[in-house]
């Protein structure tokens, strides 16, 4: 029997381990565990998983090269030495052959809460340390529009999102909370690292038991807790950028702007503002305008407008709706309102960007965080933004542009995968399939068979977390949890570092790669140099074995949460936006000199490619899913609850259903021109008409 500590990015959690059965129990100090750690249940031991190397039969056949029998092809079992021997001269071939700017060494993906053997910073490492670099991506699926903008226009995003207005002072002094995309407990229940304590549940009672009037501007009704007792405005999606012109004009033409903090605080607003009016084309963006673009009466926008005057009003804009064409436009309009109110830097109020999206947002930093694993030096400075893979391997030597550069897409020929899954965080599949196939090899780490290792040439057995030992923690998580093993490895798994070593020795290269060290040896050299960084503020840790033995060891914490904005707005000289005016941009020159037609030098709408049409009549929301993260465990058991006959639910509102003749838990098909699939019909009166829902994770199978 074994009783352990660990962790997972949905919590801290205790494991009990007799025989075959795991118990699982929440970390003591979580107020609001979640409901995912039920995903570990059956994890361990699930036929889903990868028991042993496997190599593609085509490619041990015929050799690397583009192949477009991936992802239809068998695979032959073979065993640890002949993996480790047939990637060395793999790599050893593409790198002698194109260096590294033929290696994509992106391997974008949120792997497991463990630091040390966090995958993507294990793969980074070795192919900086052992084939002297790679191409990287840039930016992440989460934020890749807004990440880029908001340093243009206030800061960085870390300053505005996850030290943004902190969920205390929203608790203590908000008197609106307008939340663009809702404020989703499904949401906030994770956070990459871990998240030993889950407290928006409570936050947003506290507020809304104080009087804060919380409301939520989705498609879905299902994005704003009961506990926020909020308000539902169901917008048509992709829209959010004309109901907040509309707010603004509103408030400008009633002579409700704040226009003191506008003159003082910001840069750019006379140009806002003759777009607003129309002075520029004789369109004025006003509320009757809005009404039939987002589906909301103009009547009702117009009051929204007024119950934001004179009030503590946070502005809060989700992911979700910069991960869209033209999403810079309502993170930039959000800023823009919440200025135009005056709000910025006041307590519970102002602009912060993606509250709820994410466990870490609102809360305060330690003093001092977990290190991560040193990364060594990448030797060619070549990258693409994360989301262009597939234009990247279907068009290499084309121009592209990013953030007012030009670069030029790399030819690769390898690509390696460690801890994220491509073919569930990229849009189009059938699209990211072929690109796969131009490569001469995909190299695969994987502790379940998802449709990424159906596509590789090379796939190697990794271990969960739960069968080895590692560190978890967040910067945003005062609790640095031990994480015990549960678990032997499964079948021939074995730790993504363990792999990288062998490589690297057969590579030649195995000091540069483990600096002697084995895993515990770096948990115990990450761990003494935090105890220095806390040691240079007088701050004392217990040793790693003490702090092993108790399985969980309490961080300091900063107050640091608005930092930015509360000093900007108390001095602006003396503390200045690290924005090219130092004040916040409702125009920009730097954007402007871009000369981009779908992001000008101030904020627009710009109505969305794709509309509805009498073939494909309906929008769709792909959210995040409740049941899991992303795609992992989609086979575990709270996942597995969430579906029906084994199918992903997808929810519609009644009248179309009706419309449609379909009742509910019949089989659907949903398709388009990109492809189609089959869920599970869910009736709900809590989504707008026009709009169906089906959430992300579960597994592309089209075979
Ligand atoms: N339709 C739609 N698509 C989306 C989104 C959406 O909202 N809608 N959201 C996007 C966003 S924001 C994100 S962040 C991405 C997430 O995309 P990913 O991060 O790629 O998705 P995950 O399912 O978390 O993939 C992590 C993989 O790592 C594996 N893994 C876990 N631990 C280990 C380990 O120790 N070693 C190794 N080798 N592997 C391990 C897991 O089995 C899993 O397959 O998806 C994006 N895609
Ligand atoms: N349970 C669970 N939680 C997660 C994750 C997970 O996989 N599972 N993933 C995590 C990750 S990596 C990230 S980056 C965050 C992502 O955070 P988000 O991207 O914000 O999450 P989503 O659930 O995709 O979107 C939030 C809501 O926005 C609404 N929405 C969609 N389009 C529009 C629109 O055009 N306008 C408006 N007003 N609303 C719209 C949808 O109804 C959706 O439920 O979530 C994190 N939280
Ligand atoms: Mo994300």
């Not at 060494?105 to 052992?130: D, E, K, P």
């Not at 949401?187 to 690292?193: L, R």
């Not at 226009?259 to 605080?265: E, S």
């Not at 330690?366 to 060619?380: D, E, H, R």
Request: glycine share 10%; proline share 6%.
């Amino acid at each position: 029997m074994t009783d352990s500590m660990h962790s997972a990015h949905w919590g801290a959690f205790r494991a009990r381990r007799d025989g075959d059965s795991l118990t699982i129990t929440p970390f003591s100090a979580d107020p609001d565990p979640s409901p995912l750690l039920a995903n570990l249940h059956n994890a361990l031991a699930h036929p889903a998983r990868v028991a042993r190397p496997m190599i593609r039969r085509g490619w041990l056949e015929n050799g690397p090269g583009p192949d477009a029998r991936r992802g239809l092809d068998s695979y032959v079992a073979v065993s640890w030495e002949e993996t480790y021997a047939r990637v060395a001269e793999e790599l050893r071939r593409v790198g002698e052959r194109y260096g590294p700017a033929g290696i994509f060494g992106g391997s974008y993906g949120w792997s497991s809460a463990g630091r040390f053997h966090h995958a993507q910073s294990q793969v980074h490492r070795f192919l900086n340390t052992v084939m002297g670099g790679y191409v990287r991506s840039v930016n992440s699926y989460s934020s890749g529009a807004a990440s880029v903008l908001l340093p243009h226009i206030v800061g960085d995003m870390n300053e505005i999102a996850r030290r943004g207005v902190s969920w205390e002072t929203i608790a203590s002094h908000s008197e609106v909370v307008l939340a663009f995309g809702g404020l989703a407990l499904k949401n906030s229940q994770v956070a990459s690292g871990g998240l030993s304590e889950h407290t928006e549940r409570g936050f947003m009672q506290r507020a809304a038991r104080r009087g804060t009037r919380f409301i939520s501007v989705s498609p879905l009704k299902s994005d704003l807790p009961d506990e926020a007792g909020g308000e539902w405005l169901p917008l048509i999606p992709g829209t959010d950028a004309a109901l907040m012109l509309a707010l603004l004009h509103e408030l400008t033409t009633q002579g409700l702007t704040d226009d003191d903090f506008l003159a003082r605080y910001t840069h750019g607003w006379p140009t806002l503002k003759a777009y607003l009016l129309g002075e520029e084309d004789g369109i004025a963006r006003d509320a009757d305008w809005a009404a039939d673009l987002c589906g909301l009466p103009a009547a009702q926008i117009r009051a929204l407008a007024h119950a934001l005057h004179g009030k503590r009003v946070l502005i809060t804009v989700a992911h979700a709706l910069q991960r869209a064409q033209h999403g810079e436009q309502p993170v930039w309009l959000g800023l823009a309102l919440a200025a135009a109110l005056g709000q910025p830097g006041l307590p519970g109020g102002g602009f912060t960007y993606a509250l709820g999206a994410l466990g870490h947002y609102g809360k305060h930093h330690n003093l001092a965080s977990f290190p991560a694993l040193p990364q060594g030096k990448n030797g060619i400075d070549r990258f693409i933004p994360v989301a262009r893979i597939a234009d990247m391997l279907l068009h290499p030597g084309e121009k592209f542009h990013y953030n007012g550069r030009h670069l030029t897409y790399p030819d690769i020929r390898l690509a390696y995968w460690a801890g994220g899954n491509p073919f569930h965080h990229h849009q189009d599949l059938a699209r990211l399939r072929h690109a796969f196939c131009r490569l001469d090899t995909l190299i695969v780490h994987e502790s379940a068979w998802t449709a990424s290792a159906r596509h590789a040439d090379i796939v190697l057995p990794a271990t969960m977390t739960l069968e080895r030992e590692d560190v978890g923690g967040a910067p945003t998580d005062r609790h640095l949890i031990a994480m015990q093993p549960v678990a032997a490895p499964y079948g021939e798994a074995r730790d993504d570092y363990q792999i990288f070593s062998e490589l690297a020795r057969r590579l030649g290269r195995e000091a540069a790669f483990t600096e002697g060290r084995d895993a515990r040896g770096w948990l115990e050299h990450l761990y003494a140099q935090l105890q220095e960084k806390l040691a240079a503020h007088q701050v004392g840790l217990p040793d790693f074995a003490a702090f092993w033995q108790e399985g969980v060891v309490t961080l300091p914490q900063l107050q640091d949460g608005g930092r930015m904005m509360n000093a900007f707005r108390a001095d602006p000289t003396a503390h200045p936006l690290p924005t090219p005016t130092g004040k916040i941009q409702i125009a920009s020159d730097a954007i402007a000199g871009f000369g981009y037609e779908d992001c000008p030098g101030h904020p627009v709408w710009r109505a969305p490619r794709e509309q509805p049409s009498a073939s494909y009549p309906f929008w769709l929301i792909a959210n995040q899913p409740a049941t899991r993260l992303h795609s992992q465990l989609d086979f575990g058991d709270y996942s597995r609850s969430g579906k029906r006959n084994g199918r992903e639910v997808c929810s519609l509102h009644p009248l179309d259903a009706q419309r449609l003749g379909i009742a509910d838990n019949d089989v659907i098909e949903l398709y388009n021109a990109r492809g189609h699939l089959l869920a599970s019909a869910a009736l709900t009166e809590a989504i707008r008409p026009g709009v169906v829902r089906l959430p992300t994770g579960a597994w592309y199978d089209p075979v």
